[in-house]
Nanobody, 121 residues
């Protein structure tokens, strides 16, 4: 069974930085897409960063230039570096990996448990 475990959330002042990590464990053939989403109270979950297996990245305008997604395939881990944080970045952050399982080589979506990021003004 594949599991994703997130770490790195917390409380930070506006202008500060945090680095989130998401580690996958279990029987995997490959990790295709890695993405980070966030959900603030009363709002829909939104994608804040994505990276393909080839290293192409995508960000919405709201975080472009401040957030950086990266991956270490040797460790089956994805990262989200968040700089110049703003109070409006406060949310629960979730990682999402599309993983090909060894057992059948089919892609499946997996989600982390979520980690709280709170940015104080």
């Amino acid at each position: 069974q594949v599991q994703l475990v997130e770490s790195g959330g917390g409380l930070v002042q506006a202008g500060g930085s945090l680095r989130l990590s998401c580690a996958a464990s279990g029987s995997m053939f490959s990790i295709n897409f890695m993405g980070w989403y966030r959900q603030a109270p009363g709002k829909q979950r939104e994608l804040v960063a994505a990276i393909t297996s080839g290293g192409s990245t995508n960000y919405p305008d709201s975080v472009k230039g401040r957030f950086t997604i990266s991956r270490d395939d040797a460790k089956n881990t994805g990262y989200l570096q968040m700089n110049s944080l703003k109070p409006e970045d406060t949310a629960i952050y979730y990682c999402n990996f599309q993983i090909k399982r060894t057992v059948d080589l089919r892609p499946y979506d997996y989600w982390g448990q979520g980690t709280q990021v709170t940015v104080s003004s």
